[in-house]
């Protein structure tokens, strides 16, 4: 009787590549693509992890890049000196800034930074410095007709700089404290002198 015998070779190379195949289950490529690989979640954490510390990292970098200051200079009504506000339209006079009222929307022209050391902590277009080194007036305060400064050095001389007076302003030299070279018309003829020659008296007309 003939025995049909099994093929060793054969045999032993299928169950040997069942074996191997069991072997190596478990021990994939940390990131690579196999069939059953239980790390394979590990490995997509672990790379969005990555991916999220750059990002914060980057942003930590952009926030601590200098940044280039705000140009917040604009011109208020009547031609003055203002301070512009974060939506680019409002115009804040210069006096307005820092005197304890929010006047932007969001209230930029009254943080901290720009207001905790006046007037070392405002922009200079923000301020005029008297003759006196110890005085300081806001910019749009200077050549407005009134003695802010104190000694007139904001309304005469060289460092002010300021045009002759406008229409709505009578030229004579004051006999009162607070106005310098000009005195508004409409102090003209009111019965009080307010120039040294009585010229609002007898010679302007409100």
Same mark, same amino acid.
């Given at each position: 009787? *003939?025995?049909?015998h +099994?093929?060793? *070779? ?9 074996q191997?195949?069991s072997?190596?289950?478990? !021990?994939?490529? +940390? %990131?690579?693509? /196999? ?5 394979? !979640?590990?490995?997509?954490? @672990?790379? @969005? ?6 990002a914060?990292a980057?942003?930590? @970098?952009l926030?601590?890049? +200098?940044?280039?200051?705000? *140009?917040?200079?604009c011109?208020?009504p ?6 512009? %506000? #974060?939506d680019?339209?409002t ?7 820092c005197d304890?009222?929010?006047? /932007?929307?969001n ?12 007037? !070392? ?24 007709g009134? *003695?802010? /400064?104190g #000694? %007139?050095?904001?309304e005469?001389?060289?460092? @002010? ?6 229409w709505?302003? &009578?030229?004579?030299s004051?006999? !009162? ?12 003829? #009111? ?6 020659? &009585?010229?609002?008296?007898?010679? %302007?007309t409100?």
């Open positions: 009787m *003939n025995k049909t +099994p093929q060793r *070779n054969g045999g032993a190379a299928t169950f040997g590549s069942t191997s195949f072997g190596e289950r478990g !021990h994939c490529h +940390p %990131c690579g693509a /196999c069939t059953g690989c239980t790390q394979r !979640h590990l490995c997509i954490s @672990a790379v @969005a992890l990555l991916v999220l510390v750059a914060l980057l942003g930590v @970098a926030a601590l890049l +200098p940044r280039a200051p705000v *140009n917040r200079f011109t208020a009547n031609n003055q000196t203002g301070f512009l %506000c #974060d680019r339209v115009c804040v006079p210069a006096s307005w800034v304890k009222v929010s006047n /932007c929307r209230g930029e022209d009254e943080q901290e930074q720009l207001c905790g050391d006046l007037p !070392h902590s405002l922009p200079e277009y923000l301020v005029f410095h008297c003759s006196n080194p110890r005085s300081w007036v806001y910019a749009d305060q200077r050549c407005n009134m *003695n802010d /400064c #000694d %007139c050095s904001d005469t001389g060289s460092l @002010a700089a300021c045009p002759p007076c406008g709505e302003w &009578w030229s004579c004051p006999v !009162h404290y607070e106005f310098c070279s000009c005195i508004p018309r409409r102090l003209c003829r #009111d019965g009080i002198q307010h120039c040294l020659g &009585w010229s609002d008296e007898f010679v %302007c409100p």
